[in-house]
């Protein structure tokens, strides 16, 4: 066989050696290799030898961008272009009482930004921006992309799930990837990422990594390193690509449960709600008001947010994305007509003191014990219970004071989430010595030049 | 779950992400993997992620060893205390023209040791003891262990193929490995090689690790590796190994492919044949011997070899051991029964000079493109083609004098082999100015006692 011959012929036995030797792959090896296992030429014992490759040896980043690429040319790529204004979205890598979309994604359609947001679900001790949609009754997070569509035209955001046309590669690879010990790998989670987000259409990207007790990367230099390679990848692909690193020592807000986290955005709507969800909220907004090419500054677009807040103007449009989408919109000016569970109970803190440190990843768990999230893909999830922080980090607290108070349906599972929450605590005679703030680092801004005013 | 029972629990996807992560898995979790894999209750998918990350992460001595001994379990273990003598075998890491086992097997049951060989085919550049046997008209290399068994009883030595008994593991593993780029890990290799050489009830293993051009491991370093990996996991499972690296930088003996070779072994028996041959024979002979209690040193081992070729017994014990195992005997007797070639082609030297290296890969590849090995596995191989060295590295020669002489039947084969051949050779005005010595080195030689003398 010639030379020219065997480079033409795709073998992923050289594509896996390649990769196991540490060398770099090709753009057109990548595709191959990710256009022939989404066909089903390739079997998953080959794929998993090659993630795991890949886990260890790790991606250049012009490998990081073919292999989003690839992902997200395999399957279709919404062209939103006839749609009015720029598109931009934003996504969180996930965390406890996380619920900015549900209030970024009418405040940026009120000042003339298009979101068009596809979402996921619930899993281990995160919440998921589709389940806590689907507390509130009717709502349809399941849309053709035509329908996507007409809500996108009515009202400037849509909130949906995954679809069967988006990314097949990114769902065939994930599902793999869960039971090959592959999924911790910065390069495979910028690529999973992205090619679902690039597949959207958005002429730009909010991306907000968690880091923290309570967030997938608990180290902040962790955190980073995949901000910058988010970053990077998506600029690489031509977009404006601004990653916010943010704090996920202790849930964001107060109330963590779907329909509770629900209850919380619209408090934030209405001009309420707990001050650190609210200041999230408004600089993510800045930024994709910024990037959206609403407002002249990150610091401009705020100003911005807090005005169509302030004026009801954003929860309005939450309204209507609420009826649009098929769910109740008497929810939203009754948060009572949501699901609530049947019973309560307190918890009372133990001593008298300051709250020094919160165990995030915990009180995610004990949510999910009650019902609220995931342990397993096929889980149901009930909407109605979770948790109410009445304290947090930096708070003083007397003995028999309320640390939260549990929303449960079920007595068996009290138990067990009841524990999980009480170690969650932790409390001492001094207050914490010292506070980490809301925003650690932005990254990417540099690069992410922002869009001409429409 | 309690803590307790989910160590009970062994779960595939925690084995692999330890293991992903660098950490040492302990003698019960490699147990459960293997055994569950070779029960068909883990699937393809993650065996191969684990492989990978084995291979990139490395394992211990203790991991190997632990590898080793589930997989030797995985099967049958021979038990052949009943019969007489040590039972010691030779294991070969694969060569061009590597022909030792048809001569050691017969030479060192004619000194008593008894010598139970199970062997592979040929695969890639390398050719395999089990085809080189079948080019002997009638010989039968798959027989049941109770035949194997009465074959050793007779003659003090058999020479058959892996039955589906012996580790099933390493077979499926082994297949596993081959389409995932995952072959190529020392402590995978010493696992499988050693889990079939110890599932054959041997009391002591010498190792001939090759190194050089026609080597699978090219580089001294890797040679050694591998080696004193084999031998310390041999002696942690209570065996007494001992490993020679030893030359494969050029072809072993003048005669390359399956009957050319036999004709060869048939020549060291009589007391002819090449010198490199016939020293490496005695060398090996000598470790089998003294290993086998037979000899008090390894110098005395290879007097007694030499000694057993000169009187003909070892000859005789070869001729006895074919006709048990089907072959034709008078083969032995006159070589020119075996199966020939129908025609020769001379290649004659470009230039006068010294040869000072030989592409020793290139010449077994040339053999393979003959017809005499396998490019997959499911080839059936030519017996009786293959090629015949008249000069070697060191030697001098005119132009237009012979250096091989290509046996061959498809005449739609000879060009590329031919020209395969021509690009072996590497002749200069000078010769050679360092020897490559045959035993580079013995490895394990302390840590293996010999054992009494029966």
Redesign the interface.
Known sequence: MSRAAVSQNFRA?DV??KK?DGLELSRHEIESLINAYTRGEI???????????V???GMTRPETAALTDAMLRSGEVLDLSSLPGRKVDKHSTGGVGDKTSLVLAPLAAAAGVTVPMISGRGLGHTGGTLDKLESIPGFNVSLTVAQFRRVLEACGCCMIGQTAEIAPADRKLYA?RD????VESPYLICASIMSKKLAEGVDALVLDVKTGSGAFMKKEEDAVFLAELMVETGQRMGKQVVALITDMDQPLGRKIGNALEVIECVEILRGEGPEDLRQLCLELAGWMLHLGGVSSSVEDGKKQGAKLIGSGIALERFRQMVELQGGDPRTVDDTRKLPQARHTEMLASPASGYITAMQCEQIGTACVVLGGGRERKEDSVDPAVGIVLHKKVGDAVSAGEPLATIHYNAESRLASARQLLEQSFEIAAAPPSHKRPLIHRVIGHKGAQPGAKN
């Open positions: 036995i896996i050696r196991r079997p998953d014992y080959q794929v998993s030898a090659w993630l795991m490759a886990v260890l040896r793999l039971v090959t010990g592959t």
